[in-house]
């Protein structure tokens, strides 16, 4: 193998380190039990929490995306990550009670804002940072 293709595949063994730590760290921070009733303590401010550890596991995942379905459209890639980030947080809000936290659809709506602002943020950069004929080529998995 080539020093690129070595370089290749470890960023994308990274990349699914770095997705698997923070789904498991996100996890954790968004079921961990409060001690206290929540309704008394929450604020609005939390729904910018969602959005930014939300924004975050987007961020990474669209790499992955880049990565594993180059022959899709850029617009087909961006609505699997919202789709998929979208669902991780329905899911997120759906199992909160089972440890004594609340549902909110704010926060399914902040985690899906998240996932669309660090979308469009990563598109942006990826468009400015390469070439457009290195973007089409990214090598295949």
Excluded at 45 to 74: E, M, N, Q, R, S
Excluded at 123 to 134: D, G, I, K, L, Q
Aim: net charge positive; glycine share 6%; charged share 15%.
């Amino acid at each position: 193998m080539s020093d690129p293709t070595n370089r290749i595949n470890s960023f994308r063994r990274l990349l699914w380190t770095c997705l698997g730590v923070y789904w498991f760290a996100l996890m954790l921070a968004i079921h961990w039990p409060m001690p206290f009733h929540a309704s008394h303590f929450v604020r609005f401010d939390d729904k910018f929490v969602h959005l930014a550890l939300y924004g975050g596991l987007a961020l990474i995942l669209c790499p992955l995306v880049d990565f594993l379905f180059a022959g899709w459209t850029p617009w087909k890639r961006v609505a699997s990550i919202v789709a998929a980030v979208a669902l991780q947080g329905g899911l997120d809000e759906l199992t909160q009670p089972l440890t004594q936290r609340t549902t909110d659809i704010l926060d399914l709506v902040a985690d899906t804002c998240g996932a669309i602002l660090a979308v469009l943020i990563y598109r942006a950069w990826f468009r400015r940072m390469m070439p457009s004929v290195e973007r089409g080529a990214l090598p295949p998995p």
